[in-house]
């Protein structure tokens, strides 16, 4: 018995044996028009179910069964490419490297947040906006908010007495949306974003932006998505590069080159690249006059920031790894001039923010199937009021002696993240990883020393059920030493290829937002405030579906159009407000009180023509009407109010000249509330944020070789205010950009040795 299962088992290793023998392989390397590495294109043998996909070297390998074959290269903003190969069994065949030519239009963005490494946006099964380099530089921004303010689904609230500006991402605050910076996540001392605007603009090489909830992968704060800054990092070869900026921007009519008023803007950069080394730093000055506006005497509607921008670091990349070290520096004053009382005094306050941020991060790709990455960061970020008074009789100015006049907080995050990406297959890719959150605070509204962290392990996986499918589950398990944690927050995304001109994406997703430190353990109590932070807060949790159809109308070789439809849909459970404190009425805490919802609809088009490039886009968002929870008598109100959105980009290109116009364009629709009036019965009155029109006007033009022009208009319709009638005040705008109409003009410089 033993003899013939020994036989058996021969015939069938000499059986594998043969099988194996007549199979052969490929392997070959796809280089773009310029020479660089073409990562993520398909390759497939034609006619058979063999096929896969350039890594980050833009190479590729194939084993297939002896034969002639017709080897395809295909990626999307580029012509297909066919290449006769012959496979040799037990033998590889070492191809040429190949090149693709790309189409009069340019090729279609890669993106990398939440993706399988960089792909396409028209593989990725996540719906992925991006904004390119060029782009931030044809709007002559200087911060993030003005290149976000004109884009479908993006607002922007400000706090013009703290300084500080919020975004809000379909329908949902800042403190839903998590800010990444190169896939690492910024510190914020509240719910206001401000980070998005203490990062060098001059430095970044795109913007992605991912609606819908990422929790999954990256965590807490994602509900909303994602917008995630990716700097610039170099192409890897041998080279020098200095980069110099200046641009001088009128408030309103207020400017002056040689005084603080108006808007000054510096920025120098240089890079240096050496066998696969690379050095760089940047140092930019933003000084912002403030603007008087309605306000009389020292006031000012907007207050006058002075902000230092300072970035560094180190890499070196070999063939299969890839290392860097970067440091982000922010020094920032925003300054409060009181006006002069009767006993000629006025009292000042200036707020100052200090931001050390430290990345380090790794790539290692140990096969074709299986790669590691790394990311290592450290902030230490701290934002302190210094109040003075100054006596304009002596001239002397004295530190204020008032109750919370004086006031710092620290906020101190260690973070760790690893991944690993394994190809089990061509058709199945797993993406498991770990996250390390340790965050600590302090300062004299703080109670204690408190410190939060936060252990979390996540599993997402990309699997191609056919040709035309892509499913992509995930789970994310989640340990917080603080709060109650969901259990597991699980997520489903899916792309579908319709036929060869539309896809349709849709996905379903478990959100969570943990407390922030300043809800669990922040206490201020002035003349008019009185909260108190809770400790016993729960997690925010959330369940949103959306679905895009997207439609490639045309793919000509110099004319591209596409229209996007989409819907979403949220529903938020336990959303932390402040309310009054059960156990003291006099108090008010943050509590797990109410619900939300959020739902909309949006048509995105683009149209690419020769030297014309244009986008048209709507959205139409709907609100919970949050009083239904609070007064039954009013449930004839509608179960949401809704507020539309339109924006139009529209640049042409002369290329004979080297100049480019371009318009940025966007109405925000009314904003509507209700607010209870206590009155016998219970009634309702409808308060609303008026409409308004944004648009910038800008003429770019080149001199010679390393110097470009521009310069231009922000602000056409010269809007100043917004009517507000809703409970509280506040502009609903962001920035520099909503004080007038200004005008700038810049000048660019980029030097290359090579």
Do not use: C
């Amino acid at each position: 018995m033993k003899s013939i299962v020994t036989l058996i088992w021969i015939l069938i290793l000499l059986g594998s044996q043969k099988i194996a023998a007549q199979n052969g392989e490929i392997r070959g390397q796809i280089l773009a028009q310029d020479s660089k590495a073409f990562e993520g294109a398909n390759i497939t043998l034609k006619g058979t179910k063999y096929g896969n996909t350039t890594n980050s070297e833009g190479k590729f390998h194939l084993k297939a069964p002896e034969g002639l074959y017709t080897l395809i290269i295909s990626v999307l903003g580029n012509a297909k490419k066919e290449v006769s190969v012959t496979i040799n069994a037990g033998k590889t065949t070492i191809l040429e490297n190949i090149q693709l030519q790309e189409t009069g239009i340019s090729l279609e963005d890669a993106v990398v947040t939440g993706q399988f490494g960089k792909q396409s946006i028209r593989n990725s099964v996540y719906q992925v906006r991006t904004i390119d380099s060029e782009r931030i530089r044809l709007r002559g921004a200087t911060s993030i908010q003005t290149v976000l303010n004109t884009e479908l689904g993006i607002r922007f609230s400000n706090d013009p007495t703290l300084g500080t500006t919020d975004i809000q991402l379909m329908g949902m605050t800042g403190q839903s949306v998590k800010i990444l910076l190169d896939g690492v996540p910024m510190v914020d001392r509240g719910a206001t974003r401000e980070s998005l605007g203490q990062i060098d603009i001059n430095t970044i090489e795109r913007i992605e932006i991912v609606e819908g909830p990422m929790s999954v992968i990256y965590g807490t704060d994602a509900l909303a998505g994602v917008i995630n800054i990716i700097t610039k990092k170099g192409d890897g070869s041998d080279n020098l590069t200095v980069s110099a900026r200046i641009q001088e921007e009128t408030v309103s009519d207020e400017y002056n080159a040689f005084t603080k008023k108006g808007s000054h803007n510096e920025n120098v950069g240089v890079t240096w690249q050496k066998n696969g080394f690379q050095l760089f730093g940047n140092v930019t000055r933003n000084n912002f006059g403030g603007w008087q506006g309605d306000s009389t005497g020292r006031l000012k509607a907007w207050m006058p920031k002075e902000q230092m921008l300072y970035s560094g670091g180190l890499g070196y990349r070999k063939e299969k790894w890839n290392a860097w070290y970067r440091f982000n520096g922010t020094d920032e004053t925003i300054k409060y001039l009181g006006n002069i009382n009767l006993l000629k005094t006025a009292g000042d306050k200036d707020y100052i923010t200090k931001r050390l941020f430290h990345q380090a991060q790794g790539e290692y790709q140990i096969s074709d199937k299986l790669g590691f990455t790394g990311a290592l960061s450290y902030t230490d970020y701290s934002r302190k009021t210094l109040s003075t008074n100054i006596d304009f009789n002596t001239g002397k100015r004295t530190l204020s002696l008032d109750a919370g006049a004086q006031d710092k907080s620290v906020f101190t995050t260690l973070f760790f993240r690893g991944t690993a990406l394994y190809k089990v297959s061509p058709n199945v890719t797993l993406l498991p990883g770990i996250e390390i959150n340790n965050n600590h605070s302090t300062g004299q509204r703080i109670l204690g020393s408190p410190t939060i962290n936060e252990y979390a392990f996540f599993v997402s996986s990309e699997l191609k059920l056919t040709p035309a499918i892509k499913l992509s589950p995930g789970l994310r398990f989640i340990k917080n030493s603080v709060y109650d944690a969901p259990p597991a927050i699980p997520s489903v995304n899916a792309k579908i290829t319709l036929n060869k001109s539309l896809d349709f994406r849709m996905g379903y997703a478990r959100g969570f937002r943990s407390p922030a430190l300043r809800e669990l353990y922040f206490n201020f109590h002035d003349a008019s405030h009185s909260i108190n932070g809770n400790v016993n807060l729960k997690a925010e949790y959330s369940n949103s579906f959306n679905a895009f159809l997207v439609w490639h109308a045309l793919q000509q070789s110099s004319l591209k159009i596409t229209s996007t439809l989409g819907g979403f849909y949220n529903i938020f459970h336990d959303r932390i407000d402040t309310g009054f404190d059960p156990t003291n009425p006099t108090q008010t805490t943050y509590l797990n009180i109410s619900l939300f919802k959020t739902t909309g609809f949006s048509l995105d088009n683009k149209f690419y023509w020769k030297n014309l490039q244009a986008t048209l886009g709507a959205t139409y968002i709907g609100t919970y009407n949050e009083i239904l929870e609070d007064a039954e008598d009013v449930a004839s109100l509608p179960e949401f109010v809704w507020s539309p959105e339109i924006n139009a980009n529209i640049i042409y290109t002369f290329p004979k000249i080297g100049t480019s116009i371009n318009l940025f364009y966007k109405f925000t629709g009314k904003k509507p509330a209700y607010a209870i009036i206590n009155s016998t019965p219970v009634t309702a009155s409808l308060r609303q944020i008026s409409s308004y029109n944004m648009a910038d006007l800008t003429v770019t033009k080149t001199v010679g070789k390393y110097i470009n022009l521009i310069g231009g208009a922000k602000n056409l319709f010269n809007l100043t205010s917004i009517r507000n009638t809703t409970i509280g005040s506040g502009h609903d705008a962001s920035g520099p950009g909503f004080n007038g109409r200004s005008y700038f003009f810049g000048v660019n410089i980029n030097w290359s040795k090579k």
